[in-house]
């Protein structure tokens, strides 16, 4: 277990490289407290974009002062009218052995989930798409939406993944933000060897053996792999550094025949990228990407959220008997709790702002936010669009195991009295009155706290 001067140590380790990226690096004393770790990683990461804008400042939407290429970091950039022909050369995100990777940047995670599957209808025609529960619901909703050629399926991990066989071309979505019983009857489907795997690696670290596993079993298959990814969340040490995304085509000469449609997949997506304006933006790339020291301090921060993932499913498991929705999912980056009464979004968003707001005034790190891979626990409404049920998803931080420990039996006593509260005001058949402020925020880790007065004004 990790204590609190061990998790100091290591977090200054991390500040120390980004800041190391400034041209005029500023004076750094060790963090003596979570809350001095979240506050000076912002101000570094702030003042990194500030030294880029100043220092860079004839870098334009279209490149016409800077001669050769634009460096950040460890990357180079190329490009011309609106950054529609990018070309980024530098490390790749990804920990991975592949002959070979071609990577294309977007601004955002759906920009190339959405330039990819709009490729793909226009390469491939109409086919089948077969989704996993819980599946992101965005990429659901984009395809719902406006990829009419593609026929939406989703899987059901109940029985054994075997899927007959179709007449139709079909592609396999993987995503990383489903659970663990979803993704293992993904993993089973890919038996069927659809024409094209696109696997959503979001919620997985960049190092993750399931990642590896995934492209091994498709190699064995000769199945075509295109990996989409949001890099906002994991790949930046918890600072959100910008709003990036990438499709990366793994192993395309080896795995896609020479005959086939698919060869013009990469070439495609480009295409969609510049038509929809969704080239990646050169000043959301971490210059701190790639360095052994990054991947080291990574690897230390997404093992520490999984072993505090792992105790907050056993404790709320016990601690919220019938007031879970989901705590195993795959990636272990975030657990959902439920409400005795049916909640919508509203209701679902203002449980999560009020619960944070009243433990963050408890002096415990948690914040509403609607991201996960923080040094802070990150509470927000959340849809599941296979059940259409809503619920409030609690992200977990990278924190020491004891600080950790409190907070989730804080959480637990606030949701409980919350739940509280809820049935007294059902009871009085008051259903116009709001979900009313949960615990004090004075509540002390270790007591239960009271069910709020009701509001007399």
């Known amino acids: 277990m990790e204590i609190l001067e061990a998790y100091l140590d290591r977090k200054h380790r991390e500040l120390r490289l980004i800041n190391d990226c400034l041209r005029h690096p500023l004076p750094l004393a060790c963090p003596r407290s979570v809350g001095d770790v979240v506050r000076r990683k912002f101000q570094l990461t702030a003042a990194l974009k500030a030294e880029h804008a100043h220092d860079d400042w004839t870098v334009t939407e279209t490149a016409w002062a800077h001669p050769g290429q634009l460096r950040i970091g460890p990357f180079e950039f190329r490009y011309d009218y609106q950054r529609a022909d990018l070309d980024v050369r530098g490390p790749s995100f990804y920990e991975l052995q592949c002959s070979a990777i071609d990577t294309i940047y977007t601004a955002s995670g759906m920009a190339a989930i959405s330039a990819l599957l709009l490729a793909s209808m226009r390469v491939i025609g109409k086919a089948d798409i077969l989704i996993l529960p819980g599946a992101y619901g965005e990429t659901q909703e984009f395809i719902e939406g406006y990829a009419d050629r593609l026929r939406m399926t989703t899987l059901n991990h109940a029985r054994d993944a075997a899927v007959s066989p179709r007449s139709s071309p079909s592609i396999l979505l993987l995503d990383s933000s489903a659970s663990a ?27 993750s053996g ?37 499709a990366a085509f793994v192993d395309w000469a080896r795995n896609v025949p020479g005959g086939s449609r698919l060869k013009e997949l990469p070439a495609e997506t480009r295409n969609a990228v510049r038509l929809l304006g969704g080239a990646a933006l050169p000043a959301h790339f971490p210059p701190y990407i790639g360095t052994p020291l990054y991947r080291e301090l990574t690897s230390k921060r997404i093992a520490a959220i999984l072993r505090n993932s792992r105790r907050a499913s056993r404790y709320f498991a016990a601690a919220l008997p019938g007031l879970t929705a989901e705590l195993h999912y795959i990636h272990g980056l ?8 049916p909640l919508d979004e509203a209701a679902a ?7 944070s707001g009243d433990l963050a005034g408890a002096g415990l790190p948690i914040q509403h936010a609607g991201s996960f891979g ?28 004891a600080i950790w420990g409190d907070l989730i039996t804080a959480i637990a006593q606030w949701w409980s009295a919350h739940q509280r509260q809820v049935a007294v005001s059902r009871a009085k058949s008051r259903p116009s009155f709001p979900i009313g402020r949960g615990p004090a925020a004075s509540v002390r880790v270790g007591e239960c706290p009271s069910p709020p007065r009701r509001r007399t004004s």
Not at 216 to 244: F, Q
Not at 334 to 341: D, G, I, R
Not at 391 to 396: C, D, E, F, K
């Open 181 to 207: 019983p979803a993704f293992g009857a993904g993993l089973r489907s890919m038996d069927t060897a659809p024409d094209l795997l696109i696997f959503d690696t979001t919620c997985f670290s960049s190092g």
């Open 374 to 401: 923080f040094d802070f626990a990150a509470t927000e409404w959340f849809h599941n669009p296979t059940t259409r049920r809503y619920s409030v998803r609690i992200a977990v931080p990278d924190l020491p195991m």
């Open 210 to 246: 399931r990642i590896g596993r995934v492209l091994r079993r498709a190699r064995e298959l000769s199945i075509p792999v295109v990996m989409v990814r949001s890099h906002t969340k994991l790949d930046s040490l918890g600072a959100e550094y910008g709003r990036l995304g990438s």
């Open 349 to 355: 968003r203002r449980a999560a702002a009020e619960m």
């Open 334 to 341: 975030y657990v959902t709790v439920s409400s005795q009464q």
